[in-house]
């Protein structure tokens, strides 16, 4: 593809998310509530389109294409059941949205931290959470880098991608905040899922129509259709790679953040609809992409390339081409900024806000701020690595925000957990899953995400039943909740 349209196509893509996030800029943004969770007023629409912007990012379009050039099917499957454990949204988003709203909460650790009373739980799931995220930014950053390296065959180097995805980001948080964040966000969610609709309307036309897409596929890669076909989808591994994405939407703070952002349970409620619609549409366009690259590009080495040189092929309008790469490359930013602005959040709020006397709500405003470049450059340093197969790697991350599930599944609905079984549940499974990841040694035959949660949910009962739980706070808690749901349902 001419390096001229994809310059053209990025310099489009960043002036009109300027602008966007210029108007985003309404008052003052002073407060953390403010900066890092809009004051808890997003309307549905623009925390739908911001929720999907901020869970799909490089890794469908790049990763889960590239799952599906190499492993073929059991990629849908796998996919699918993460579009199934959205669904936990509709059981403890309210909870999230209630607790929020009358306790004043910014960050789901703050929330752990109150209701467990205790502040080295708020401390420890931060610091977790910004040690297995900061991989997973540096994941969409080389999801962009891969990007323009393949679609420009290398007139645009790995590096530049990884440094323009890493500049917008930052941009992007610095603006507004939350604001800019989400509205840029719902621009790019737009652009997204239109073009690349549109790119799977053309590509199955050009391979002949779906019969003889389909025809093809059963003909020439028929291992691709079935499961485990190739072998790559053999049971403990689509166990390993499923059951972290199942608990996705609880485990990943800049999603779970996202449920205090609606301004009211009907908005949340809107937000959750839209994403489910967004998520299936944006799941069946990157399996025909694997599947499309596969009929093309048989016998890649690096399966991350599939999407770069089916977008960079004849069987894609080169200008059409450019402007869905724009839309990827949107895709990745706008689940970057969020990271950011995430971690940035719970290292102000839950680390320095605990650990500094007196640390007022501006002074870990400014702390917030001052940090967002830093994760970017540690986000930028890992992506340099350049590390192979986007999807695996973001699994692994989430393997390791995995082992707070418990914790959270207990603040609502188990009295006797304690701070104690949170601490030791968090610190001892989330080495596990790092000792796993590192030696690549798999007891059992089991990925690192499966003993993440087991062994964490063993040692949060076992612990919590040995130790004194908050009962006072936990019934104030839980009674809360309890009345308004009640409310809500008058």
Not at 96 to 123: C, Q
Not at 284 to 310: C, H, M, Q, R, Y
Not at 338 to 357: H, M, Q
Not at 390 to 401: F, M, N, Q
């Amino acid at each position: 593809m001419s390096t001229t349209y994809v310059w053209w196509a990025i310099a489009i893509y960043v002036l009109a998310s300027l602008f966007v996030a210029y108007l985003s800029r309404s008052g003052k943004q002073s407060s953390m509530s403010s900066y890092f969770i809009g004051d808890r007023k997003l309307n549905g629409f623009v925390s739908a389109l911001s929720y999907s912007a901020t869970t799909y990012s490089a890794f469908m379009l790049v990763g889960l294409s590239g799952l599906t050039y190499m492993g073929g099917v059991g990629a849908l499957g796998f996919e699918l059941i993460y579009l199934m454990g959205v669904s936990l949204v509709a059981f403890f988003g309210p909870r999230f949205w209630l607790v929020g709203k009358k306790y004043g909460y910014v960050t789901p650790s703050e929330m752990l931290g109150d209701r467990y009373d205790n502040k080295a739980v708020a401390i420890v799931v931060s610091i977790s959470s910004c040690l297995f995220l900061i991989p997973y930014s540096a994941v969409q950053l080389a999801g962009v880098g891969y990007l323009l390296q393949g679609m420009t065959d290398n007139a645009i180097s790995f590096t530049t991608g990884v440094i323009i995805a890493t500049v917008l980001a930052i941009v992007f948080s610095f603006i507004a905040g939350i604001r800019s964040v989400a509205w840029t966000d719902s621009l790019q969610a737009l652009f997204m899922i239109i073009t690349s609709t549109v790119v799977v309307i053309i590509i199955i036309s050009k391979l002949g129509g779906l019969g003889d897409f389909i025809h093809t596929l059963e003909t020439d890669h028929s291992e691709l259709l079935t499961v485990p076909g190739n072998g790559f989808w053999n049971f403990t591994t689509f166990l390993g790679m499923t059951i972290p994405w199942f608990f996705f939407s609880l485990s990943n703070p800049q999603v779970s953040q996202r449920l205090y952002m609606p301004k009211s349970l009907k908005s949340l409620k809107t937000m959750l609809m839209g994403f489910m619609i967004f998520g299936f549409i944006y799941t069946i366009v990157a399996i025909v992409w694997g599947f499309s690259a596969a009929i093309k590009f048989p016998g890649l080495e690096n399966a991350d390339l599939a999407t770069p040189l089916l977008l960079s092929s004849d069987l894609v309008p080169p200008i059409l081409g450019a402007i869905v790469m724009v839309g990827i490359m949107a895709a990745a930013v706008s689940t970057i900024d969020s990271i950011l602005l995430t971690l940035s959040s719970l290292f102000a709020r839950d680390v320095y806000g605990n650990l500094k006397k007196g640390a007022t709500d501006l002074m870990q405003l400014r702390v917030g701020k001052l940090v967002i470049p830093i994760i970017a450059i540690l986000a930028f340093l890992f992506a340099e690595l350049e590390v192979n197969l986007i999807a695996v790697l973001s699994v692994a991350s989430s393997a390791g925000l995995l082992v707070v599930v418990p914790a959270i599944i207990g603040t609502f609905f188990w009295k006797r957990g304690t701070a104690a079984g949170v601490l030791t549940s968090v610190i001892i499974g989330g080495l596990i899953v790092v000792i796993i990841e590192l030696t690549q040694i798999k007891p059992l035959g089991l990925a690192s995400g499966i003993w993440g949660i087991v062994i964490s949910t063993l040692l949060f009962i076992i612990v919590s039943l040995l130790t004194k739980a908050p009962e006072k706070k936990a019934n104030e808690f839980l009674g809360y909740i309890r009345t308004a749901l009640e409310k809500e349902k008058r």
